[in-house]
């Protein structure tokens, strides 16, 4: 019998060590993640951050896109349009 006793005092020791484990992850993880407040944003970058956009024009004298074709515009529909209530069996 005592060695039942001692078992289960070891189960209970390690479950609440498990335990404490995750109320201590739990609560790093809403510090960090809910209730830190976040850093204001400047609306001034400052101006060495800001770097120019430049956008190369040369690609469109690429010698594929000069060979290739507009689409035609699709013929219009001739002839009788389905049926007037589609969900109707036949």
Known sequence: ???????ERKKQKYLTLI?????????VI????YF???KPV???AP??????IKIDFDV???????ESQVFEKAPSFEGE?????PFLPY
């Not at 335990?19 to 609560?27: E, N, R, Y």
């Not at 809403?30 to 993640?33: D, H, T, Y």
Request: net charge negative; hydrophobic share 50%.
């Open 81 to 85: 349009i389905g049926r007037d209530n």
């Open 19 to 27: 335990l404490m484990a995750v109320f201590v992850i739990t609560a």
């Open 47 to 52: 101006v060495g951050s800001i770097k120019e």
């Open 30 to 33: 809403l510090w960090f993640g």
């Open 36 to 38: 830190r407040k976040p």
């Open 42 to 44: 400047s609306e001034n």
């Open 1 to 7: 019998m005592p060695i039942d006793f001692i078992q």
């Open 60 to 66: 469109l004298d690429n010698q594929f896109l000069q």
